[in-house]
Every structure is written in structure tokens, then in C-alpha cells.
């Protein structure tokens, strides 16, 4: 090592050049730095520590050192004096060494649990990107595939070779799949390193929500024990991906960290500097919990924003990112006192980003304390996850009444939330589920929760799911309800796919993935959460459904860009007419089960009918006249209550329907189309 250098406030976080590497950190709050290197992830003591000079190595708030001779795997972090003082929230700990918020990798220690974890030093400018292209897909074309990177193939049955099963290498083997099941995009779980243990609960943290850095890949999905090298893993599968024409939108945590609340452990952003970056109740002494996971970041101040974009720059930036989905964006929506304003900063910027120009942006509408913006979250771009499109479609189709109304206002793209924006159509992301509740599977087998195994008694988990088991609950071989569920799966898939609006499908729901009825695996490592590969084989049927459903989605006219419009001009169109059980007479009372609607194409040459019924009898659809021509007749797409292959054709193939009228199976969809 050569002698120190002053060194830059800027960039913040490491930087590698070629002779050495510069350092920068912001704390407002500390009296004195100290760069810690070390020589092996599990070491306790550090091998040189480098006190930074107030006069010399401070610009602002930014301390900042040039350290010659030091390459790229440079183990480090800092330890940071500071006041102690919980009533004006500061929490300054020299004896802690901490993590550099901006570090590129972590370095988390195995076999020695008394050595701190590391940040790493990374040369991000080595790896080959082999012109690797951003799909750019417009939402009118996507469709989101949510899933787990590791679940995916770490199932014994998955077919991945041991060494690579539940890791990026191991995602990048089953691509194939993806590609024939039709699905454009995947919505990773979130991949920021986190913390693998709660404190309360002996299970892992198996979903990831419990971020230890923001700009860092977790390096448990990778096969290497080198932290560097996870960063080119994860790039090799989204290249993979890119390459396979789908995008990888990241499930980010911007909201909290897994430093948890009072008493909670401190790893970075706490012993940093604990007032600047978390929502602090007014005695200074507690964290805001509006994230329900024990504290939440402080988005909406200055550091902080530029922290969150500074992420999302790196994301896009250096791994090729196509969008995020925000987690209880809400939160970021809140002041530095936690309360919501009109225009939040955070929000815009991120919005008017001119990197983030193109990239797609979706926001959980909510958080954990009760802020609920589904139809008003702020901005041009974002598009919103629909919690009301989930839990009004689910209650249609389990018999609820008063839903009709309700139930075809999601299926034309939610005009109650969104038509007075004068956005797209696809503002609402549709689906039934996601990571957090029941499977589709789970969700027509159980009546109540089963989360027994995640230790605390079956209380944790949303206890109204608006879920019907059809009369058993959970597996059965009654024949009966056997086929009812089946139905039921491929109502909730159709409805998902053929709505206005970008879909989400959850991984595994197109193959019935079960989770025993838990509904909120968030601990559970293991087959509960797991991707079951034998369901493939099992389901080939319901996997077909999907597929082709997908097929025509994608080729439907408003997925052509020379059909672009806002969901106002959409439904000014006048292309839906609703029906009844008779034509022009829909039933819009509170103990109506059923509803149909013929949908003419916006290029003219296309006409569908649908027939929905959640009602336990058959019923007779009057069907619409097509006209003159005698040679035109319906012709049969769907019918969910038949077995496959005939509960959905190729069109080529549908066969001819010479009826006037149609009748529809209880808990059944149908569609015709001339």
C-alpha cells in the first residue's frame, strides 16, 4: 500500500481505478471515520485501519480516502464514532464494523458467527455484456411471470444438476420452459443481499424481504463463495434471459431494512447514521413502522433519495435491468415525519429519471400501516399492482353476492380506478395471486389458512382470503369437487388473461403448485415454497390452457402498437355490450351470479362472446345473432368445464357452434369467437 491520498466525495461508495481505490461515505452526524480492510471473510480484526483526517478527508458530509495498492476483492467497512444518544436518535457504535451502503458485494462469514460482515470491492467493468439488448416490450405485450429465483429449480425433481439448483446458473437452464409457457417478463423475488435469519423465528428468510444493502446481489444464489463473482452469475442469467426475448423486472425493498427496530441488530444505515436514514418517532427513541418489519427508511430525505436512485441507476445501469416493482411503494410516499404528501420527491424523481426514461415501474399501492393508494398512486409512469381486481374477481367466483358489477369493471381494465387519468389500459397489473397468500392450487382447496409449521401458532398470515375448498378442505378425491377446482383454476387464469390490463401469473400456479395450504411461506426454504417439477407431467392440460391463452393474448389488436390508446378511448370505443342470460338484458342485481358481454376487435375482424357464470345451476346463454351471412357462425374457444383438449382449441380448430343458445356449466367461463 502506497501513501493515502485525500480522495473524492464523489462517486459515493467504493470506486476502482487503476492504481488503487477511492472511498467516499456519507454521515452528517459522525466525529470520526475509520476504514477497516481485512485480509479473509472471517476474520475479526482487521489488517490495516485507515483514520480519515476531518481537515483532509472530509468535503461536506462525504469522508472520503484514495487507498493505493488495493484491488478489486478488497474486504472492508467501517467503524464510525459518533455520539450515542437515543433521544436525539443517534446510535454511534465504534466497536461495530459496518457495511458500506454503496458496496457492490458482501461478504458474509460461515464458519466464524463472531466475524462482522464485509463489503467487497468489485471491478464492475470486466464483464461482457456481448451487446446485450433491453426487450423494450411495451406492457400491452407483457406478460409477468412472479417468481422465486431459488424455488425455482432448487426442487431435487427440478432437473438441475446439484451444484447449480436454486441459483442464477440454475434459472438460466430452465429458460425453456419459460419461453414455451409464453410469459415476457419475470418478477424476481427480491435479489439485494439480505438477511438470511430472524431473530424471533428459527426459519430462514426465504422470500428476501429483509435487504442488507440496496446495490448489492445476494450471494446465495450463486454458485461461487466469491461475492464478486455472484455479480456476473446474475448478469449471465439476465443476458440468458434478454437473449430469450424476456425481461427481469426486480421485486426491490426500499421501504425498511432488515435492521429491524429497537434492540434490533445493526449492520449499516443504523450505526451510519441512524437519524438520517430511518422514520424516527417524535421522542427520537423508536423507529416509524409503517413497513410492519420494525423500521422504515427515511426515502423522502435527501441522502436518502439520492441513495434509492443512485440504486436503481446501478441496477439499470450495470445489470441491465428492465423494471422494478416497488414493495408497499406507499412508504414512499410518507414525509421524514411519516406523513403522506401530494407529491412525494422520492417518487418523482424516480418517475422523471432520465435513466429510468423506459424502464418499467410498478407500485404495491399500500403499506403496512393503512395507506392505501390503488387508483391514486402519483405520476405518468407507474403502474399499480390491482389488490381490487384480486379480491373482487375471487369473490365473484366463489358465489359472493353483489360482485357482477364490480367483477366486469376489472375485466375492462378497472375505469373506476383508472379511466380519469387518461393513461393505458395496462395502468392495473392483474392477478389473482402472488408470492404473499395462497396459491391458485391452495386457493380452491383451503378454506382457512394452514401456517402451522411457521412456528407461531397460525397466527401470521392474512386470515380473510376469500377462498372456497368447493366442500373439502384440502386434497380429495371426490370427483365432484376435483373437477370443480380444476374449473375454478382455469376461471381465475382466463379472467387474468383475457382482462384489460397487464397480467401476473404466480410461478407454478399454470401446473397447480401447492403450498398445503400456507399462506404466507415467507420462511419456508423448502418443498412447501419449492417449484414441484413432477406437477408438469401431472398438469399438461392446465399447462396447455396457459400457454395458448398466452398465444392469443399476445396477438390480441390491442397489443399492436398502431392500436395504442388511453383506457378512456378504449372503452369510448362502445366495442363491449353487456347480456344476461337473454341478450341486452344484463342482470345487474345484488343475487346475480353471471354475466356475458360480446367484445368486437378494434381492427373490426374479430368478434368474441363471453359467458361467465358463478352460479351452482346451468345456465342458458341467449347467443347474439352474427348476421346476414349464413356461412358465419360462433365457433367454440373456451369452455373451462370441459376436460382437456377441449376446453380450449386453436381457433383453426374450434369446432362450429349452430345453436341460439349456449349453455354454460356451474362455475364456468366461456368464450366464442367469429
Not at 446439484?162 to 441459483?167: A, L, N, V
Not at 407507474?382 to 358465489?399: A, C, L, T, Y
Not at 412456528?455 to 370427483?479: A, F, M, Q, V, Y
Amino acid at each position: 500500500m502506497g501513501k493515502l491520498l485525500p480522495g473524492m466525495s464523489y462517486p459515493i461508495g467504493p470506486t476502482l481505478l487503476p492504481d488503487g481505490v477511492n472511498f467516499s461515505l456519507y454521515s452528517r452526524n459522525a466525529e470520526q471515520v475509520e476504514l477497516v480492510l481485512f485480509n479473509h471473510i472471517e476474520e475479526n480484526t482487521s489488517s490495516n485501519v485507515i483514520v480519515l483526517n476531518p481537515a483532509v478527508n472530509k468535503t461536506y458530509f462525504y469522508w472520503h480516502v484514495f487507498v493505493p495498492g488495493i484491488r478489486a476483492g478488497q474486504l472492508y467497512g467501517y467503524r464510525i464514532h459518533g455520539p450515542n444518544d437515543p433521544g436525539k436518535g443517534h446510535a454511534f457504535n465504534p466497536n461495530l464494523v459496518l457495511l458500506d451502503p454503496y458496496a457492490k458485494a458482501v461478504a458474509a462469514p460461515r464458519e466464524n458467527p463472531s466475524a462482522p460482515m464485509k463489503s467487497v470491492v468489485c471491478d464492475l467493468r470486466a464483464y461482457d455484456w456481448q451487446h446485450d439488448l433491453h426487450p423494450r416490450k411495451p406492457f400491452s405485450q407483457t406478460v409477468i411471470y412472479e417468481m422465486h429465483v431459488a424455488g425455482f429449480t432448487q426442487h431435487p425433481n427440478s432437473g438441475v444438476e446439484d451444484g447449480k439448483r436454486g441459483t442464477y446458473a440454475g434459472l438460466i437452464e430452465k429458460i425453456p420452459y419459460l419461453v414455451d409457457l409464453g410469459i415476457t417478463a419475470v418478477e424476481l423475488l427480491p435479489v439485494f443481499q439480505f438477511e438470511r435469519h430472524f431473530e424471533h423465528n428459527v426459519l430462514s428468510n426465504y422470500w428476501g424481504y429483509n435487504p442488507i444493502s440496496f446495490f448489492a446481489v445476494h450471494q446465495g444464489y450463486s454458485q461461487s463463495d466469491d461475492p464478486c463473482k455472484a455479480l456476473d452469475e446474475f448478469r449471465d442469467m439476465v443476458k440468458a434471459l434478454h437473449r430469450a426475448g424476456i425481461e427481469v423486472i426486480l421485486d426491490v425493498v426500499y421501504n425498511h431494512t432488515a435492521e429491524g427496530g429497537h434492540g434490533g441488530p445493526t449492520y449499516s444505515l443504523k450505526g451510519i447514521d441512524n437519524s438520517v436514514y430511518y422514520i424516527l418517532e417524535e421522542n427520537k427513541k423508536h423507529y416509524a413502522n409503517f413497513s410492519g418489519c420494525g423500521n422504515t427508511l427515511n426515502a423522502n430525505q435527501p441522502i436518502v433519495r439520492r441513495m434509492i436512485i443512485d440504486s436503481l441507476h446501478f441496477w439499470v445501469k450495470e445489470m441491465h435491468i428492465d423494471g422494478f416493482r416497488f414493495d408497499l411503494a406507499s412508504i414512499l410516499s410518507r414525509d421524514e415525519q411519516g406523513r403522506p404528501i401530494e407529491n412525494p420527491p422520492i417518487l418523482w424523481d424516480i418517475e422523471s429519471d432520465p435513466v429510468l426514461a423506459g424502464t418499467k415501474l410498478i407500485a404495491e399501492a399500500w403499506d403496512a400501516a393503512g395507506l392505501y393508494q390503488v387508483g391514486t398512486f402519483i405520476g405518468d409512469s407507474w403502474k399499480e399492482w390491482n389488490g381490487k381486481f384480486r379480491d373482487n374477481v375471487r369473490s365473484f367466483m366463489k358465489g359472493d353476492n353483489g360482485m357482477v358489477k364490480t367483477f366486469v369493471s376489472r375485466m375492462v381494465g378497472s375505469p373506476d380506478l383508472y379511466a380519469h387519468q387518461d393513461r393505458e389500459p395496462e395502468q392495473s397489473i392483474n392477478f389473482i395471486t402472488c408470492h404473499d397468500g395462497f396459491t391458485l392450487n391452495d386457493l380452491v382447496s383451503y378454506n382457512q389458512k394452514h401456517n402451522e409449521v411457521n412456528g407461531e401458532d397460525n397466527r401470521d398470515g392474512c386470515n380473510d382470503n376469500l377462498s372456497w375448498n368447493g366442500g373439502i378442505e384440502g386434497p380429495t378425491d371426490d370427483p365432484q369437487i376435483a373437477s370443480w377446482r380444476e374449473r375454478q383454476i382455469k376461471n381465475f387464469l382466463g379472467i387474468t388473461l383475457l382482462s384489460v390490463g397487464a397480467p401476473m401469473l404466480l410461478m407454478g400456479d399454470e401446473v397447480r403448485r401447492t403450498q398445503f395450504g400456507n399462506n404466507n411461506a415467507y420462511c419456508q426454504d423448502n418443498a412447501i415454497s419449492w417449484f414441484d417439477w413432477s406437477q408438469v407431467e401431472r398438469n399438461q392440460g392446465l399447462l396447455r390452457y396457459v400457454q395458448l391463452l398466452i398465444k392469443h393474448r399476445l396477438h390480441r389488436d390491442s397489443s399492436k402498437t398502431e392500436y395504442a390508446m388511453s383506457l378512456r378511448e378504449l372503452l369510448d370505443q362502445r366495442l363491449v355490450t353487456p347480456h344476461g342470460v337473454r341478450l341486452n338484458e344484463p342482470d345487474w342485481s345484488h343475487d346475480s351470479h353471471s354475466i356475458a358481454f360480446t367484445v368486437k376487435s378494434l381492427s373490426g375482424t374479430t368478434t368474441m362472446h363471453f359467458m361467465i357464470s358463478a352460479w351452482k345451476e346451468p345456465l342458458a346463454f341467449e347467443l347474439p345473432q352474427l348476421g346476414p351471412d349464413p356461412n358465419q357462425h360462433w365457433k367454440r374457444w373456451i369452455d373451462t368445464s370441459l376436460k382437456s383438449p377441449e376446453d380450449i382449441t386453436a381457433w383453426s380448430e374450434a369446432p362450429v357452434i349452430n345453436t341460439l343458445t349456449y349453455t354454460a356449466a356451474p362455475f364456468s367461463m366461456v368464450v366464442l369467437f367469429a
